[in-house]
């Protein structure tokens, strides 16, 4: 927007909860709608109404009739971000006709990693046509603000050990809690802060935790934490960086079940220590990369990760060095943004 101001961009999203976040980061900077069921009728009139430029995709969102209408409307397409894992890439090749007409209407591939790269080639997309340009989520710009009012909080809490089990995915909550049971065993003063991935899930991980045997309290009632409290349920959208900033040790959800792990980016741009259970494929080549750095420890199921917990809270000297890994880490891995937009701003039409 700042490289190209004359610009308008049109964002979209499939759910209200983004629609909130774009709300929230752009205010009226950009057209917020939402995207159409991908029909060949109702991506006709979007893109007749709207009759865009250019498309930028991310990730996996690779829509078939979008593309098509693309391809009609000699509108160029970019993939941006773009992951494939290992189960995307053998559900593709089960519809290789089909994977291969969406993909001859993407201009060009920003990779994430390498191995994501080799995927799309393997789906036989051009070697030529991708550029691996890192992730994005290495760029992300921490709210300082939040940053500042979890620490304060953190500071009020006092000497107590606290770890965080960030954007926990459905049937996770038990397991955390679980793991919170046993690791209380040996830390008794160990403070939880649960924070489930979608806002319709806060209630019923209040109730779990309560009915777990915990004193719980949630964040949104706005009262001093209680001295008592063992569990403190993240009920705010768009506070996981607070959060995370109360935080001495990070578990990373969506992955003690088969959803592929959440976000763990954002944890070691923190300089938290990473948790995370075996199934990644979502982050797969950064959560490898970290494995390999020592920035992330794999935990496999909940014993594991109290017994982790514990030995975290028990030895500062090696919970200190995982959240130095993780912070090198998420460092040296930056400048995708760059580009990213150095690749789009050359292939925006000037008409």
Same mark, same amino acid.
């Given at each position: 927007?700042?490289?190209?101001?004359?610009? *308008?961009?049109?964002?979209?999203?499939?759910?209200?909860?983004?629609?909130?976040?774009?709300?929230? $980061?752009?205010?009226?900077?950009?057209?917020?709608?939402?995207? /159409?069921?991908?029909? /060949?009728?109702?991506?006709?009139? @979007?893109?007749?109404?709207?009759?865009?430029?250019? &498309?930028? $995709?991310?990730?996996?969102?690779?829509? /078939?009739?979008?593309?098509?209408?693309?391809? #009609?409307?000699?509108?160029?397409?970019? &993939?941006?971000?773009?992951?494939? *894992? !290992?189960?995307?890439?053998?559900?593709?090749?089960?519809?290789?006709?089909?994977?291969?007409?969406?993909?001859?209407?993407?201009?060009?591939?920003?990779? %994430?990693?390498? =191995?994501?790269?080799?995927?799309?080639?393997?789906?036989?997309?051009?070697?030529?046509?991708?550029?691996?340009?890192?992730?994005?989520?290495?760029?992300?710009?921490?709210? %300082?603000?939040?940053?500042?009012?979890?620490?304060?909080?953190?500071? =009020?809490?006092?000497?107590?050990?606290?770890?965080?089990?960030?954007?926990?995915?459905?049937?996770?909550?038990?397991?955390?809690?679980?793991?919170?049971? +046993?690791?209380?065993?040996?830390?008794?003063?160990?403070?939880?802060?649960?924070?489930?991935?979608?806002?319709?899930? @806060?209630?019923?991980?209040?109730?779990?935790? !309560?009915?777990?045997?915990?004193?719980?309290? #949630?964040?949104?009632?706005?009262? !001093? +934490?209680?001295?008592?409290?063992?569990?403190?349920?993240?009920?705010?959208?768009?506070?996981?960086? &607070?959060?995370?900033?109360?935080?001495?040790?990070?578990?990373?959800?969506?992955?003690?079940?088969?959803?592929?792990?959440?976000?763990?980016?954002?944890?070691?741009?923190?300089?938290?220590?990473? +948790?995370?259970? /075996?199934?990644?494929?979502?982050?797969?080549?950064?959560?490898?990369?970290? &494995?390999?750095?020592? =920035?992330?420890?794999?935990?496999?199921?909940?014993?594991? +990760? =109290?017994?982790?917990?514990?030995?975290?809270?028990?030895?500062?000297?090696?919970?200190?060095?995982?959240?130095?890994?993780?912070?090198?880490?998420?460092?040296?891995?930056?400048?995708?943004?760059?580009?990213?937009? *150095?690749?789009? $701003?050359?292939?925006?039409?000037?008409?």
């Amino acid at each position: 927007m700042q490289a190209r101001p004359e610009i *308008s961009i049109v964002l979209t999203t499939t759910t209200p909860t983004g629609s909130e976040r774009v709300q929230a $980061l752009f205010g009226d900077r950009v057209k917020h709608v939402y995207l /159409p069921w991908d029909l /060949p009728g109702p991506v006709s009139r @979007f893109l007749t109404f709207f009759n865009p430029k250019m &498309l930028v $995709l991310m990730e996996t969102e690779l829509w /078939p009739n979008l593309l098509a209408g693309c391809i #009609r409307n000699g509108c160029p397409c970019y &993939l941006i971000n773009a992951r494939l *894992s !290992e189960k995307s890439l053998r559900g593709y090749l089960k519809i290789r006709t089909m994977a291969g007409s969406m993909l001859k209407a993407v201009n060009a591939i920003a990779a %994430q990693s390498q =191995a994501d790269a080799k995927r799309f080639v393997a789906l036989g997309y051009p070697e030529s046509a991708v550029l691996v340009t890192g992730s994005l989520k290495f760029d992300v710009r921490m709210d %300082q603000e939040k940053i500042l009012h979890g620490k304060a909080l953190k500071s =009020a809490i006092g000497s107590r050990p606290v770890w965080i089990a960030a954007s926990t995915r459905e049937g996770e909550d038990q397991k955390v809690l679980q793991a919170h049971a +046993l690791a209380r065993r040996q830390v008794p003063d160990l403070l939880l802060v649960l924070v489930p991935r979608h806002p319709e899930r @806060f209630t019923l991980a209040a109730h779990l935790s !309560e009915e777990a045997g915990f004193a719980t309290q #949630r964040y949104s009632q706005g009262r !001093e +934490l209680a001295a008592t409290t063992s569990v403190l349920v993240g009920d705010t959208m768009g506070d996981l960086v &607070l959060y995370y900033a109360l935080a001495d040790i990070a578990f990373v959800g969506g992955s003690l079940v088969n959803t592929g792990c959440q976000n763990v980016i954002e944890a070691a741009a923190m300089g938290l220590p990473v +948790l995370a259970g /075996p199934s990644r494929f979502n982050f797969q080549a950064v959560s490898d990369e970290m &494995l390999k750095a020592g =920035a992330l420890v794999e935990v496999e199921n909940e014993e594991a +990760l =109290a017994r982790v917990v514990q030995h975290m809270v028990a030895d500062e000297s090696f919970r200190k060095a995982a959240g130095t890994a993780a912070l090198a880490h998420a460092v040296s891995n930056q400048g995708a943004t760059l580009k990213v937009c *150095s690749l789009l $701003l050359d292939k925006i039409p000037t008409h």
